[in-house]
């Protein structure tokens, strides 16, 4: 395994804890069918907010027409870092990644919060100061906690664009070319051109940031190790230094949003189903589940000191959970 147990337990449990808080935010902000007199009508009280909202026009769009409007976004994102990078603009990549972080934060927390007048003050007063400890200052768990929060708000825009209550198998067909396309770049990005390594290492070393779960780790020995110091200076009063190794566990955003935005259209095409009384996001749950079998399996199976594309393996559950969920509902 490329990683310990408890590492890998521990990023699939992060990871599941995301897919649910995002299926929550993207519940609050899809359109709701209310029955009257056999009639379904369709409302959306909870818009996006920001102006994130897609404009009317864009419900009506083919799936070609969608793709070909979400994928130049994605192609651009990245020609920009780079061109920033080579560049060394790192303050201008620092502001970007903090006005998004800023943004995806407000629309998540915008869905738990109380919609009381001026709310939104509370919403950025909460959004920006751990934006600001995310980007600027260094600490793994504001780090690991916010991205709790980020792709939620992330995949809610995504999915209202690729969604429509006119057309609801458009956002599955779309979704469905989206993880061929990502998952054929990630396995060029990792093994052919090697863009992913550069970037994780541009981010984590250079930008002291880094957009997914990042977990530091140490060997056995080096934790037997700190112990063996603390117990020496304790009774000696002295303490010694010394350099040790600290490996560092990485799951790309990339690949905590690609399923969730997943999921999320599958929320909007089956909805909810009635489980011992209980209505809940089954078809969700079930792209959910196969994502992180997805995923589990390639942290099984990985060797370390070896770099792997994650999107195929995600994919690839994701992909099978919605040729389920045709066959089931």
Not at 21 to 33: A, D, E, M, Q, R
Not at 71 to 99: E, Q
Not at 134 to 154: Q, W
Request: hydrophobic share 55%; glycine share 4%; charged share 15%.
């Amino acid at each position: 395994m490329k990683h310990n147990a408890k590492i890998i337990v521990l990023i699939l449990c992060m990871f599941l804890v995301t897919q649910i808080i995002g299926l929550y935010v993207i519940n609050y902000y899809s359109p709701t069918k209310v029955v009257n007199n056999n009639q379904i009508n369709v409302t959306n009280p909870n818009a996006l907010p920001l102006g994130l909202e897609p404009p009317p026009e864009n419900q009506n769009l083919s799936i070609w027409a969608i793709l070909l409007s979400v994928i130049p976004m994605f192609i651009v994102a990245v020609l920009l870092f780079f061109l920033l990078a080579k560049f060394k603009s790192d303050v201008i990549i620092k502001a970007w990644f903090f006005v998004v972080v800023i943004i995806a934060l407000s629309v998540s927390l915008f869905s738990f919060l109380p919609k009381w007048a001026y709310i939104w003050i509370v919403v950025l007063a909460m959004a920006i100061p751990l934006a600001f400890f995310k980007v600027y200052k260094r600490n793994f768990i504001i780090h690991n906690l916010t991205e709790l929060l980020i792709y939620p708000g992330i995949a809610a825009v995504f999915v209202a664009l690729l969604s429509s209550p006119e057309s609801p198998n458009r956002g599955i067909f779309a979704m469905i070319a989206i993880l061929f396309l990502i998952s054929i770049y990630d396995m060029w990005a990792v093994w052919r051109s090697k863009i992913m390594q550069k970037m994780a290492k541009y981010d984590v070393n250079r930008l002291k940031i880094f957009p997914g779960f990042l977990i530091p780790s140490m060997s056995k020995e080096d934790r037997k190790e700190i112990k063996n110091i603390k117990l020496s200076k304790s009774k000696t009063g002295k303490s010694k230094s010394k350099k040790m190794k600290v490996s560092i566990a990485l799951l790309g955003g990339g690949d905590i949003v690609f399923p969730l935005i997943a999921a999320g259209v599958v929320l909007r095409r089956f909805g909810f189903t009635n489980v011992l009384g209980m209505q809940l996001p089954v078809a969700s749950l079930i792209v959910t589940l196969f994502s992180i079998i997805g995923l589990g399996s390639l942290f099984i199976f990985s060797k370390k000191d070896k770099y792997y594309p994650a999107m195929p393996f995600i994919s690839a559950g994701a992909l099978t959970a919605i040729g389920l969920c045709y066959l089931i509902f």
